[in-house]
């Protein structure tokens, strides 16, 4: 340990008791395994210095144990598909691959609850759970390889965000293990519990800086028996920003409303080799859901329809049968990896305003396309909650077009606050967003959030260098 790393290094004693914690064959050392584990989709990071996989909470609890006898800093890691940098090593140290991890404990259909630990993947949960007629509504986009935990870690949201809500509305209790390898049980079965501070809300978001959660109790509902898709298509996405606001004002509340822009739509044609959802010239697209009772779902599909028409649609498909559904969400679920044909770097941000405020954003962001030289924007998301995900693409070799993007970035998150939103909807703060932070929270809120911090991992062990600015020296650039 030195004054500019308060960290010990990793020994042959500290590895042998990462070994005894959950067996040699589950411990790597090797390039392939830190080099692999030390990114996630934001594809930087830095390698890990060794990878374990344990398989239960106590072993969990043993290499917490560990890595706070030898001061190693040590990082949680789900499936990898975050977009901040959340899972990366940015210390070094251990990173704790969670992927053994991955059983449904139990579907309690009377209590209309499940738990499952934390690599479950979140599809597989719902599929699981819609199996016995019950329904676990957040659909994060990379809900076929993204997982339970990384989704409660990150407080996830998705599509049917806007009727349902996110993650932590789902989350009635964890089991976790503190950087100490103390086990803790927050919240429970029950759906009310006001016993002292609500640990499982705080651990709900916390990009694995407090805790490792190792299994989650979630909240059910019944599988609603009808669904209606609609997809309605503009001139421009203004039409779209309309038909949003002709729905708020007729209290209408689809299960998923969201827009996509022309160049979005341009990127997943190209990709995907299908126009499934719009026609060529598409200035932008709304995606609509609707669910419940059929007598319910054919009345509120109607008045979607008619919102649509009222602020100038092209057209309105509506989409009753199962095929046709499922190839709408798939096309729309494959957005984010389609923009790569548009360029090589994706400066991926979500921001979200309050709905009102939607107008708003798309103003600031057609702002920014026409300051910013080489730089496209696409944007696509949750436009029923206001989260959108707004995308920089351009050339990581053009320096001018990199210096665009770069204040262009700034310049969205100071607007988005002005306009009473959050740089981050869901994908959190990880590393890449922590310079923006103190736009957002004042110095007080920051540092009030160090010292909650601080009273779970008192040595700063856990995913440090993440969400806070000045939270650790970084080895790399960010």
């Not at 990009?207 to 909240?219: C, D, F, P, S, Y």
């Amino acid at each position: 340990m030195t004054a500019d790393r308060p960290y010990g290094e990793v020994t042959e004693a500290f590895v042998d008791a990462l070994r005894a914690a959950v067996g040699a064959e589950h411990v790597r050392l090797d390039e392939e395994a830190r080099v692999s584990y030390g990114a996630d989709m934001l594809k930087k990071g830095h390698p890990a210095d060794v990878v374990v996989w344990p398989a239960t909470t106590d072993e969990v609890a043993a290499v917490l144990r560990a890595c706070s006898a030898h001061r190693v800093p040590v990082v949680p890691r789900g499936a990898g598909t975050g977009y901040t940098g959340g899972a990366v090593p940015s210390l070094g140290g251990v990173v704790l691959a969670l992927s053994r991890m991955n059983r449904i404990l139990e579907v309690d259909e009377q209590n209309l609850l499940a738990v499952a630990e934390p690599h479950v993947i979140t599809g597989d949960l719902q599929k699981a759970v819609e199996a016995v007629g019950l329904f676990y509504p957040p659909d994060p986009a990379s809900l076929s390889t993204s997982t339970i935990g990384g989704n409660v870690a990150e407080c996830a949201g998705g599509p049917r965000a806007f009727k349902y809500g996110v993650t932590k509305r789902y989350v009635l209790g964890l089991e976790a293990v503190l950087p100490s390898g103390e086990i803790i049980h927050t919240g429970g079965k029950s759906v009310k519990n006001v016993v002292g501070y609500d640990l499982t809300q705080l651990l709900v978001g916390s990009e694995g800086t407090l805790a490792v959660i190792t299994k989650i109790i979630v909240r059910l509902v019944p599988l609603p028996p009808h669904q209606v898709t609609l997809r309605a298509t503009f001139a421009t996405i203004q039409g779209a920003v309309d038909a949003v606001t002709n729905l708020i004002r007729a209290r209408v509340v689809p299960s998923a409303l969201e827009l996509i822009d022309g160049d979005s739509l341009d990127a997943v044609a190209t990709n995907l080799g299908t126009r499934a959802l719009a026609p060529e010239g598409t200035g932008a697209v709304l995606l609509l859901e609707v669910d419940g009772l059929e007598a319910t779902v054919q009345e509120e599909g109607r008045r979607v329809a008619q919102a649509c028409r009222d602020a100038g649609a092209t057209e309105v498909l509506v989409a009753e049968d199962a095929v046709t559904r499922q190839e709408l969400w798939h096309v729309r679920r494959s957005l984010s990896l389609s923009l790569k044909v548009l360029a090589p770097l994706k400066i991926n941000h979500d921001v979200v305003v309050p709905k009102g405020r939607i107008p708003e954003l798309f103003a600031l962001v057609e702002r920014l396309r026409a300051a910013s030289p080489g730089v496209r924007i696409p944007c696509f998301g949750h436009v029923g909650d206001g989260n959108i995900h707004v995308n920089m693409m351009l050339d990581p070799s053009d320096a001018v077009a990199m210096a665009a993007a770069r204040a262009a970035e700034r310049e969205l998150f100071a607007g988005v606050v002005a306009l009473e939103g959050s740089i981050s909807g869901e994908h959190g703060i990880g590393f890449s967003k922590m310079p923006f932070v103190p736009l957002e929270l004042s110095r007080v809120e920051i540092d009030l959030q160090r010292r909650v911090k601080a009273a779970f991992d008192p040595l700063n062990i856990l995913n440090p260098g993440k969400m806070f600015p000045d939270a650790g020296n970084l080895k790399f650039e960010i």
